[in-house]
């Protein structure tokens, strides 16, 4: 199957730092990358859209100033989330479509702690 | 937004044992994805399958798709421990441009060795 990368898999940062998570997608084109959140035991919460070379769409209740999401490839997204704070201690998740297909591939994960 | 509901929301079965899970969706589609997630880990694409299949299969995996019905069906037959994980169905209608993909609670499967 084809292969995201995301990275990196774990951060540990102190509140009111920014992190900067990648998403890859290595041996394919993406079309439009997806970001999600993960609370423990539960499903994964949609956060934005994202095409390349535009304006992310965001989830209603995600604030866009606080998970800065730019899509400046058709293999590359990042999500940065801006002056952490604990509560946005969490697992994030990234996807890709694969363009022509439309299969949707997901990267790894990575797991923020902000203390 | 197209979301898929798994069900049921939790299946325990033994090792050797047939395990299916079923996604049941709300519009047109054309097409509809399985995966798997493990605890902590982000999710494997198991299978896609268009709305012109009736049926796919990928090694122990098998998938129907009843558009009429509007659900899917996943089979996992001759299950093994490594399968416990949790399963999420992915329907999807791409129309040129692009559509979020939003995902239900999943089916955690929980193979007893």
């Known amino acids: 199957g084809a292969v995201v990368s995301q990275h990196p898999s774990r951060v540990i940062c102190k509140s009111g730092t920014s992190v900067k998570i990648e998403c890859r997608s290595l041996?394919?084109?993406?079309?439009?990358m997806f970001w999600y959140r993960q609370f423990p035991k539960q499903s994964l919460m949609l956060m934005a859209t994202s095409n390349e070379g535009s304006k992310a769409t965001y989830e209603q209740g995600v604030e866009k100033d606080k998970f800065l999401i730019n899509h400046a490839s058709l293999t590359l997204s990042t999500l940065t989330v801006t002056s952490a704070h604990p509560e946005d201690s969490s697992f994030y998740i990234c996807s890709a479509r694969r363009q022509y297909t439309g299969e949707l591939f997901f990267g790894e994960g990575s797991r923020l702690t902000v203390l | 937004s197209q979301q898929g509901e798994e069900d049921p929301q939790a299946l325990s079965i033994q090792e050797g044992e047939n395990a299916t899970m079923n996604c049941s969706y709300k519009t047109s589609i054309n097409n509809l994805q399985w995966y798997r997630q493990n605890s902590g880990r982000g999710l494997v694409h198991l299978i896609l399958i268009r709305s012109n299949e009736r049926e796919k299969h990928s090694g122990r995996l098998r998938v129907t798709l009843d558009t009429s019905k509007k659900s899917s069906s996943l089979l996992i037959t001759a299950s093994r421990a490594a399968d416990t994980a949790s399963y999420f169905c992915?329907?999807?209608?791409?129309?040129?441009?692009?559509?979020?993909?939003?995902f239900g609670t999943g089916t955690k499967l929980q193979v007893i060795p």
């Open positions: 992915a329907p999807a209608l791409d129309s040129g441009g692009y559509q979020k993909v939003t």
């Open positions: 041996d394919f084109q993406a079309t439009t």
